[in-house]
């Protein structure tokens, strides 16, 4: 059996699918933004909002799913709780979820704002960096503890999980790059949404979606390992079952013969 194999959550399969939607978002409002120049500022401002709203939530789904699995799951109560890295991941995602929400509301006043809501974002985007690191850790850290017998799983471009991580990094500087640009022009240029800026974020756009569906993937493949595991074990305990039977039944002939 799998180790590694754990119960499966939904929280995590809900998490997933808002991570797509909202990635799918922020694609279509920035690339309608980078298209028309003149689209609706108010309206903008709305939709950004929304967007960082449905990740804060997305953040706390991820944290209930850490939760249920490395809290709530514990077969002793007694047994100190394990993936404190991914708890710390779990910290530093939700910091920077509200950390853009905030950015999102301040949007509304850029005039009087702007240079706060650059240091946020910067802010947030470096706490979503530091959640990638930690992620990568807590999933390296629980193949040491607990070694797989699946050969594609773990540091291996079979693994799904490598490649997911690798994304959302990748995703995230160049996020990062994009904030610091529109960081740098603001304050020597006082340029706001330089075009450029704005093809960054289309492209980091585009790397959080493929990666949101890679994080689907993973958890569909968790999904298929799971059911495969109950059922290698509900066969194992009605062969068991079946056994002892079998055995009582040959007991009792021979017992009868001996009669």
Known sequence: MDSLVIPISY????????????????????????????????????????LAILFVIDAA?????????????????????????????????????YFYLISALLAFNKGQFMKNILLFNLIGINAFLIESGFIFLG???????????????????????????????VASLIYLFATTLAHRLYTNLNIVNPTSVLILQMLGDLVYLFDAYLYYECWQRDKQDYDMNTERQRL?????????????????IKTDENK
């Open 139 to 169: 999933w390296r850290i629980s193949f040491r503890r607990k070694p797989s017998t699946n050969p594609k799983r773990g540091c291996v471009p079979q693994d799904v999980y490598m490649w997911a991580f690798i994304m959302y990094t």
């Open 11 to 50: 929280w995590s399969y809900w998490a997933n699918v808002v991570y797509i939607l909202g990635m799918f978002g922020y694609l279509t409002i920035d690339t309608i933004n980078y298209i028309f120049k003149s689209f609706n500022e108010s309206l903008s401002c709305f939709v950004y909002v929304f």
């Open 236 to 252: 194992l305990a009605l062969n068991l079952v079946k056994q002892l039977v079998t055995d009582n039944f040959n007991s009792d």
């Open 61 to 97: 789904l991820y944290t209930i799913d850490w939760y249920m699995y490395a809290v709530k799951s514990r077969q002793n109560r007694n047994e100190p709780i394990q993936y404190e890295a991914e708890s710390v991941a779990c910290l530093f995602q939700n910091l920077g979820s």
